[in-house]
């Protein structure tokens, strides 16, 4: 079985800018928020879980959007190795979906946050130990770096906020995309402004309501739906 990415030096990654080097990145910052939402409760917790899902909603993103169709154009089985990880993305989704509607009392958090956590490491186990050592394989350094700065690019504009209906293939996720950046970017900065200006919390949460709904609207669309076959979307 080949060498996990986990534990390779940044050199044999691709180096600097590698997107290898940048997912692990990311991976190491989720393992320390996934600890900390471990041995936080309340408000404290509530936080931590929008900072989750601030990195893996725009990580996934990327990596829909940008790796996994490299994969399966260069790997036979790549269709199928994607698939498994798109099928984690979903439930992901889901998950904290369920979470932000049902709120910190509802009596299914406990399980629905526990299942959160064990997905994500099981995410983070099947691309360091499964998917990316074939990347290694199939793409040299320079290739890598070139597939780090597309990946960074798109992390930086993707969604950050689950939308379990939207396809987890191009084109769907693509094209929805940009719309539900700008909305979830606003509701982003408009919850910002209500923690720092409680004063404001009445009309933040009116004006966040009205983007949730826009961005159910885009998610609703034909065209956001479009590339799952067989759906992961649902």
């Known amino acids: 079985m080949p060498r996990s990415t986990a534990d390779r030096t940044e050199d044999e990654l691709g180096g600097p800018g590698s997107v290898l080097v940048r997912q692990r990145a990311d991976h190491v910052e989720l393992d320390r928020l996934l600890h900390e939402l471990d041995a936080t409760t309340g408000r404290a917790q509530e936080d931590v879980l929008t900072r989750v899902g601030r990195l893996v909603f725009s990580h996934a993103f990327a990596e829909e959007t940008v790796l996994w169709p490299v994969f399966r154009r260069v790997l036979p089985d790549g269709d199928a190795l994607t698939r498994r990880i798109e099928t984690e993305h979903q439930e992901v989704n889901e998950l904290v ?116 709904a826009l961005a159910g609207l885009v998610e609703r669309t034909a065209p956001a739906r479009r590339g799952d076959g067989p759906p992961t979307a649902r």
């Open 97 to 212: 979906a369920a979470l932000e509607e049902g709120g910190p009392d509802h009596p299914e958090r406990p399980a629905r946050l526990a299942r959160l956590v064990e997905v994500l490491r099981e995410d983070v186990r099947d691309e360091e130990d499964v998917l990316f050592p074939h990347l290694l394989e199939r793409v040299d350094d320079a290739g890598l770096r070139r597939l780090g700065r597309r990946w960074e690019v798109v992390r930086r504009v993707a969604p950050t906020r689950p939308h379990p209906t939207v396809s987890r293939r191009p084109p769907g996720n693509a094209l929805s995309g940009l719309p539900l950046s700008l909305l979830d970017r606003g509701r982003d900065l408009v919850d910002t402004v209500v923690r720092q200006v409680p004063v404001a919390a009445p009309a933040g949460q009116v004006v966040s309501r009205g983007l949730a």
